[in-house]
């Protein structure tokens, strides 16, 4: 690919003619005929014939996996976990069950949309607003801006268990959808009111079956509480959650295809655990470097939701909370949604062994983590955690308080977010100082099935490919018709 530069090197008259040549829109001949795999999330059931049906009971964790989640050395697989959901869907007006496809090994791959009933009947209205929010050039007027603004709610992602020996990420969506089903307090209605959650319960629903299966098997035994010797995800290993600029396993597929590029969230929660020796749970503000591409807002907003929820936390009672400790959000391969308008909120909790609990004597926290000590206290530190015992319970509670935390921010301040989501949008339409104008990928002499994969990759993170419609020479260099040109400055 040839970066394009508007700058000296580039006569005013070149890049004008370029403008003059690319097709507009989403032109272009798309050599990878890209088959959208998996629908959308179906419409909502028109209002009357979801009150004409009879709704069952909204079951507990209790009744469905028996067991509450954050017993001690208990899991629940994939197939008991989407029985839950399911039943929760069938008897929670506030919470749909969507079958997104199928993993690697054909097991279903879930989302839930949690919201108050209300919202959940206009779905698609809010859909297709916010839709409007995350391209600023569908917007025609300041008005019509602050309509979408004000009408709009906010669209939180939450995607768990990802690494499936973090096993507490397989439970605490349990809890987390359990509590917006049941709970009747105004701050859970608040949440309802002002935000669409889209729970992705698990990221490899694949691998919580292997890892329960092998704990199940080895409990009791000096096994117990080591992780599978399987991979838990065939293909990637651990590193499935390094997948989000190649989108090459099929769970990634599925939440691009299905929620980010359908629903265009603001805000993103992905929920992970750390070693058990270091803080009881991390939250951003991230540490330094800050990826360059990335909008300041963006950083903004980490900096303020992650430091919220540890304040929410805190307030809760909760110790050994580090922030701006440990991680950086560099690299795109994690961060996709840094580059689509969203903020993303990491969360890491300690870990037990699987579903055994460890005592961890406070001597052995590792005195040298990067960007705090967890045995010292200090402003990024406040309250370090006393040593002691560590169980499932302890990680399950930290992570659903911090989830709900999020939630509520997110509420709290739903115009807010919505503004800055259009505001980087706007500004990513208009192009950043030192961005090139345009990258152009020749059509001729290319290895076809490269440049099929390069373009599939491109229009699956949406971005916008135009085609020139006649030869073009720039830099000294001739670009005959129906080369690519990507123009930089789209959402
Ligand atoms: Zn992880």
């Known amino acids: 690919m040839f970066p394009l530069y508007l700058d000296a090197r580039l006569s005013v008259t070149t890049a004008r003619a370029l403008w ?71 008897g929670s007006d506030r919470v749909r069950y969507r079958e997104l496809g199928h993993t690697t090994l054909g097991a279903p791959f879930v989302a839930l949309v949690i919201s108050s009933p209300q919202n959940l009947r206009r779905l698609d209205a809010y859909r297709l607003l916010n839709a409007k929010l995350a391209d600023p050039r569908a917007l025609h007027s300041a008005a019509e801006a602050t309509a979408a603004v004000h009408d709009g709610k906010a669209i939180v992602l939450v ?125 951003p503000p991230y540490l330094d470097p800050i990826e360059p591409n990335v909008d300041p807002l963006l950083v903004d907003g980490a900096n303020a939701l992650g430091s919220a929820i540890a304040w929410e936390l805190a307030g809760l009672g909760r110790t050994g909370i580090s922030i701006n400790s440990t991680y950086d959000a560099w690299t795109p391969s994690r961060a996709y949604e840094h580059y689509h308008g969203a903020v993303r909120i990491l969360v890491e909790a300690a870990s037990a062994n699987l579903a055994s609990p460890v005592d961890v004597p406070f001597d052995e926290l590792a005195s040298r983590a990067r960007g705090y000590n967890p045995r010292e206290r200090s402003w990024n530190f406040t309250a370090p955690w006393p040593g002691g015992r560590w169980t499932l319970h302890d990680i399950v509670t930290y992570q659903s308080e911090a989830a709900y935390a999020l939630l509520g921010n997110a509420a709290r301040y739903r115009d807010r977010w919505l503004a800055d989501f259009l505001a980087i949008g706007g500004r990513a339409v208009r192009g950043w100082k030192g961005w090139p104008y345009a990258y152009v990928i020749p059509r001729q002499h290319q290895d076809s099935v490269a440049l099929a994969t390069l373009l599939g990759i491109l229009r699956r993170g949406q971005v916008e490919i135009r085609s020139a419609l006649q030869p073009v020479a720039l830099g000294g260099q001739r670009f005959s018709a129906g080369s690519y040109v990507v123009v930089l400055r789209q959402p």
């Open 20 to 90: 003059l040549v690319l097709a507009m829109g989403l032109g272009g001949t798309p050599l990878l005929a890209q088959r959208r795999q998996h629908a959308a999330p179906a419409p909502a059931p028109a209002p009357g014939r979801r009150r004409a049906a009879a709704r069952s009971p909204i079951p507990s964790p209790r009744a469905v996996l028996g067991f509450e989640p954050g017993d001690d050395r208990k899991l629940a697989d994939w197939p008991v976990l989407t029985r839950f959901y399911q039943a929760l869907a069938q």
């Open 159 to 283: 995607t768990s268990g990802v690494h499936s020996t973090e096993v507490g990420g397989s439970l605490t969506p349990v809890l987390l959808a359990h509590r917006l089903a049941t709970d009747t307090s105004a701050a859970t209605r608040a949440i309802l009111d002002n935000v669409i959650l889209l729970l992705v319960p698990s990221l490899n629903p694949d691998g919580v079956t292997i890892v329960t299966r092998w704990y199940n098997r080895t409990l009791g035994t000096p096994a117990e509480g080591t992780k599978p010797p399987e991979l838990y995800h065939h293909y990637a290993g651990h590193d499935d959650n390094r997948d989000w600029y190649a989108f090459t396993q099929v769970e990634t597929q599925l939440t691009v295809d299905s929620l980010y590029g359908v629903w265009h969230p603001q805000i993103v929660l992905d929920i992970h655990q750390q070693s058990s020796t270091a803080s009881r749970m991390f939250v």
